[in-house]
C-alpha cells in the first residue's frame, strides 16, 4: 500500500508563477525525499529532508515538513516549461521507500 | 555503471508465460528496492533488499512474484503465470546504505501482457 497522498492530483499554471504541492503521510519517519518523474518512466531524486528538518533548500525548490501534522509541502518558484512533469513524495519508516500517487503538474510557456 | 541499468526497456508476452526482469544497481549500493507503476498511479512498493537478503518483501502481490539479490548486486524479479493485470511499469532503484540516502532509478521495464 502507499503511505503518502499528494494534494493536488493535478496543477496547472503559468510559466513564471509558483507551484505548490502538499504531501501528507500516516505512520512516523525517518525521512521523506521528493522525486519528479517525466513520461512515466525513470524518477529523479530533488530532495531529501530528515524527520528532524523543517525546511530545506535547493534551488528554485522549497521542502517544508511538518512531523506533528504529517504534512510535507513542495514550492517550486518561478516554474519554467520545463518542471511540467510528475511529483511524488516517498517516506520511510521502515528503511523502505512508499510512495504517493503524484501531483500531475503543467506549466503553460 | 554510471547509472542503475533494467533491463529489457520493453517486454511483451503472453498470459501464462514466465518473465524475468532484470536490475543492475550502482556499484557499492548496498540497497535495492523494486517498484511497480501502473499508467497515472505512483509507484507501489513490493521489494526492498539490503545486501543479499529481502529485508522487506511485504508488497509482493501475490507468490506468482518472486525476487532474487544472489550475490548482493544486481537483482532479478520473477513473475510466473502472467495475468494481464500484471502489465505496468517495473522500476527499480539502488541506493548506497538504505531510506536515509538519496534513491537512483532506472528507467524501468514496460511490461505488456498479452
Redesign the interface.
Known sequence: SQQGEEDPQALSIQEGENATMNCSYKTSINNLQWYRQNSGRGLVHLILIRSNEREKHSGRLRVTLDTSKKSSSLLITASRAADTASYFCATDGNNDMRFGAGTRLTVKP | GAGVSQTPSNKVTEKGKYVELRCDPISGHT?L?W?R?S???????LI?F?GTGA??DS?LPNDRFFAVRPEGSVSTLKIQRTERGDSA?Y?C?SSLT???????????TRLTVV
Open positions: 540497497a528496492y517498484y507503476q499508467l497515472g498511479q505512483g509507484p507501489e512498493f526492498y539490503q529485508a522487506d508488497g511499469v522500476l532503484a538504505g531510506s536515509a540516502t538519496e534513491a537512483f532509478f532506472g528507467q524501468g
